[in-house]
């Protein structure tokens, strides 16, 4: 599924955006980040890659959970905190890939700011 962006705002502004000005909110704080079965391995280890360890809570469906909250700093492992830019962006999770998939309250490129 394409995300969800305000129409003509290019890739170039859409990152400019979530780095300088939202900061990265969708990657830090007291938020979940779900993950494919087949996603938890990889992620895991790309984590682990980058000196950031990974705290996955494994669901029933055998899909995983990141809470970022029991991260250092409350981030995502794989947020850097100086550009809040995604290190392992090519390879970020399909979740990551589908966000924002409507207009979503606080996220100013789906359209759901001021
Ligand atoms: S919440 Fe929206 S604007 Fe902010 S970083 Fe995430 S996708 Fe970008
Ligand atoms: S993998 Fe990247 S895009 Fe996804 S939540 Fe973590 S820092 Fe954000």
Request: glycine residues 12%; hydrophobic residues 25%.
């Amino acid at each position: 599924m394409p995300p969800h962006i305000i129409p003509g705002l290019s890739r170039e502004e859409s990152t400019d955006i979530c780095m300088n000005r939202c900061r990265a909110m969708c990657c830090r704080g007291q938020l979940i980040l779900q993950l494919r079965p087949e996603e938890i391995e990889t992620f895991s280890e790309r984590g682990k890659n980058l000196g950031a360890p990974v705290s996955v809570i494994v669901r029933p469906d055998g899909g995983g959970w990141v809470r970022f909250g029991d991260h250092p700093g409350e981030r995502c492992p794989m947020l850097d905190e100086e550009t809040f830019g995604c290190r392992i962006y090519d390879q970020r999770p399909q979740r990551c890939r589908d966000f924002p998939d409507r207009v979503t309250p606080g996220c100013i490129i789906s359209g759901g700011t001021e």
